[in-house]
Nanobody
Framework: QVQLMESGGGLVRPGGSLRLSCAASENIFNFNVMGWYRQAPGKERALVATINVGGVINYADSVKGRFTISRDSAENTVALQMNTLKPEDTAIYYC?????????WGPGTQVTVSS
């Protein structure tokens, strides 16, 4: 089973930037879709951005124009560049890999946006 490991979270001031990375233990093109989800305190886990095997990208409306998802097939990584961060972006961010409807999750990385 694939293993996913996120990195790059931390504390940042409003308006700042962070870059998250998800390292996969196998070829990321083995999966139909890879992406990022987040879960804020007291809320359900929600989609942030996904990229499918064909390169089609989908963003949550709340992050469009601020976040960019990308992938590196040589390194088997999926990144999330987050710009113009807002306090409401504070959450645990999870990497996801999906194949034939089966999900694998990373352990998550905390992102806190606060002054």
């Amino acid at each position: 089973q694939v293993q996913l490991m996120e990195s790059g979270g931390g504390l940042v001031r409003p308006g700042g930037s962070l870059r998250l990375s998800c390292a996969a233990s196998e070829n990321i093109f083995n999966f139909n879709v890879m992406g990022w989800y987040r879960q804020a305190p007291g809320k359900e886990r929600a989609l942030v951005a996904t990229i499918n095997v064909g390169g089609v990208i989908n963003y949550a409306d709340s992050v469009k124009g601020r976040f960019t998802i990308s992938r590196d097939s040589a390194e088997n990584t999926v990144a999330l560049q987050m710009n113009t961060l807002k306090p409401e972006d504070t959450a645990i961010y999870y990497c996801n890999a999906r194949i034939l409807g089966r999900d694998t999750w990373g352990p998550g990385t905390q992102v806190t946006v606060s002054s």
